[in-house]
C-alpha cells in the first residue's frame, strides 16, 4: 500500500438534538424544559486511505457520510476516537492544513455571489498564498479541463447550477490541496454534465496523485470514480473494499440470463431439483432472469446448457443500486 | 507576501461595490437620528447657547458625532448569527485564515464606500451649518486612537453577543439592545455632558460611551487632560473584556458548532 495520508481511529461523534412535539403548547414547554435526544451519528469508524486514493463514501440518507466528511476535514469536532489526516489533526485547522485539503460541500459556495469568477479566483488564491505564476498556469488547466473560458466574466448569481459546480471546483482546486473532499459534487447536475465531471475528477487525480474521497448517491459517480468504497450504514462501518467486492460481499447471489432456443423451450424447467434455489425474476417468452445463489451458479450453469438448446447465456452480478437498495431497507448484510 | 486578510477585503470591496445604493440608503438612515438630534439642540440652544454649549459648538458634535457614528457601526454582527444557524460559516473555518479576519475585512471594505457617501455631505453640512471648532494639535492626534478603539470595541463588544447564537437562535435581539444603550448612553440623544447625573454616571461607567462619544468629545475640545486619560483606560478595560470574551465564545462556540447543512 502506498503511504497513508488519512489514519481513522474508533472515530464516534454524537448530537444532541432537542427534540419536541408539534405545537403551541410543547413549544412552550419545552422553553422551560427542553429535552433533548442523543443521536449517534458516527460510531467507531476505523479505515485508513493511501495518497492517491480514489475513495467513495456511500450509504442511505442520514448514515453518517457528510459527518464524517466534515470530522475529516476539521469543521466538526469528534466525540471520541482520533483522525490524522496528512499528519494534522484536522479540526485544529491549522493554516497548513487548510492549504493541504478542499471540500467542496453541496450547496455551500466558496465563490463570492455578486463579482464576476474570475475576481473570486483572484481572491482565494491570495487567501492560499498562491504565487501569480502557479496561480496562472493551474488556473488555465483548469479552464481547459472544465470548458469554462467564458464563465468567468459573469457574476457567479447569474451562473446556472452546472456552470456553478464548476466554478466551485475551480475554487477548491487553485491551491492545488493534496486531498480532496467531495459531498454529492453531481448533485442536480445533468446528465452529460455528471459524465464530464467524472472524466475530469479521474483525470485530476491521475495527473496530480491527488487524494479524493467523495460521497454521492448516483451509484454511477462512484462506480466510474472509485476502486474502493466505504460503506456507513446507522454511522456504523459495514464495508471497506473494492467496488467490484461490495455486491459480492452483500448479495450472496448472481444473475443468470439465459434465451433459449424457441423449440426446445419447455425442457428449459426440468432441471429445477428440490435443492435448488432459484427464483425467476423475469420471463419474456424464450427469456429468461434468474437469480441463483453463488455457489451453485456453476453447477447450475452446465445443467442448463446440457438440457437446453440455448443461443444466449450471461452470468452478471446484480445491479449495484439492488444490492444497496436492499442494505439501505434493512435486507441483507 | 503580501496578507491574506488584504485579499479577503478587496474581495469584499469588490462585493459591496455591488451594493452602493443600498449602502448608500443605509448611510442616510443612520445619519438621520444625528441630524434631528443636531436641529433640536441647536434649536434649544438658541443664541445664548445651553449648558455651556453654543449653537455651532452643536453642529461641530454632531456632525463628528456622524462620521464617527457610521465609522464604528459594525455592520457584520447582525449577519454573524445568520452564518451560524444556516452553516455559512463552514466557508470561514476552512480557509487558511483566522476566521475574525472575514468580518473585518467586510467592515473596512464597507466603511470605505460609506465615506464616499458620508464625507461630501458631512463637508456640505459644515458649509451650511458653521460649527465651532476649537481643537489644538494633541486633540485632534489623540482623536485618531480614540476613533480606532471606539470601532474595535464597539465591532468586538457586537461579535460576542453575536457569538451566542452558536447556543440561543436568535441572538440577534442582543444587538437591539445594544443599539438602544449607545444611543441612549453612547452620546447620540445628547452629548454626555447634558445627561442627568445619574445617567452621566452611567454612561461613564458602561462601555457604550467609549463606542461613539469619547472620540467626539476630545475632537470637540469637551475633555482634556485627566478626563482623557480615564476615559482611554475604560475604553482599554471594556476592550480587553470584549476580547476575552470573544476569544472564550468562539473557542467554545465552534466546538459545539453542528456545522450544519450540505
Known sequence: ?333 | MKHPGWALMRGFWLSWLQYRSFLFILAFGWMIPPLIYMLVWMMVAGSQGIAGFSQGEFAAYYLVLILVNQITYAQTNWTVGDMIRVGEMNRILMRPIAPVYDPLASEIACKIIYLFFDVPLVIVLALILKPEFHIGFTEAALFIPALLAAWALRFLWGYWLALLAFWATKADALLVLQDTLVFLLGGQVAPIMLLPDWMRGLAEMLPFRYMVAFPVEILTGQISGTAILNGFLMQAGWLTLAYILTMVLWKNGVRRYGAVGG
Open chain 1, 1 to 333: 500500500m502506498t503511504e497513508t495520508i488519512i489514519a481513522v481511529k474508533a472515530l464516534s461523534k454524537n448530537y444532541r438534538v432537542p427534540v419536541r412535539s408539534e405545537g403551541l403548547v410543547s413549544s412552550l414547554k419545552s422553553l422551560f424544559h427542553p429535552s433533548y435526544s442523543q443521536v449517534k451519528a458516527v460510531e467507531d469508524l476505523n479505515f485508513e486511505i493511501g495518497v492517491g486514493e480514489m475513495v467513495g463514501l456511500i450509504g442511505p440518507n442520514g448514515a453518517g457520510k457528510t459527518t464524517t466528511l466534515k470530522m475529516l476535514s476539521g469543521l466538526l469536532y469528534p466525540t471520541t476516537g482520533e483522525v490524522r489526516v496528512a499528519g494534522y489533526v484536522p479540526w485544529e485547522r491549522r493554516p497548513e492544513y487548510l492549504r493541504k485539503i478542499s471540500i467542496v460541500l453541496g450547496n455551500k459556495s466558496q465563490m463570492l455571489w455578486d463579482i464576476p469568477a474570475m475576481d473570486s479566483f483572484r481572491v482565494l488564491s491570495e487567501i492560499y498564498l498562491v504565487p501569480e505564476k502557479e496561480f496562472r498556469r493551474t488556473l488555465d488547466d483548469l479552464i481547459d479541463l472544465l470548458e469554462m473560458k467564458d464563465l468567468l466574466t459573469k457574476p457567479v448569481r447569474n451562473l446556472s447550477l452546472g456552470e456553478r459546480m464548476k466554478c466551485e471546483l475551480t475554487a477548491s482546486l487553485l491551491y492545488r490541496p493534496a486531498l480532496l473532499f467531495l459531498d454529492e459534487p453531481t448533485l442536480g447536475l445533468d446528465v452529460s454534465m455528471q459524465l464530464r465531471l467524472r472524466q475530469f475528477l479521474k483525470e485530476y487525480n491521475r495527473r496530480n496523485e491527488v487524494t479524493v474521497i467523495l460521497t454521492s448517491h448516483y451509484m454511477a459517480d462512484v462506480q466510474a470514480l472509485c476502486p474502493r468504497v466505504i460503506l456507513i450504514h446507522h454511522g456504523k462501518l459495514l464495508y471497506d473494499g473494492a467496488l467490484d467486492g461490495l455486491a459480492r460481499h452483500l448479495a450472496p447471489f448472481k444473475l443468470i440470463k439465459i434465451t433459449l432456443d424457441q423449440k426446445n423451450g419447455k425442457t428449459f424447467l426440468n432441471f429445477n431439483q428440490p435443492d435448488d434455489k432459484v427464483e425467476i425474476l423475469e420471463h419474456e417468452e424464450n427469456k429468461y432472469v434468474m437469480r441463483v445463489e453463488r455457489e451453485q451458479v456453476p453447477s447450475l450453469t452446465s445443467r442448463l446448457l446440457q438440457s437446453n438448446s440455448v443461443t444466449d447465456l450471461s452470468i452478471e452480478d446484480p445491479p449495484i443500486e439492488a444490492v444497496m437498495d436492499q442494505i439501505y431497507t434493512g435486507g441483507a448484510a
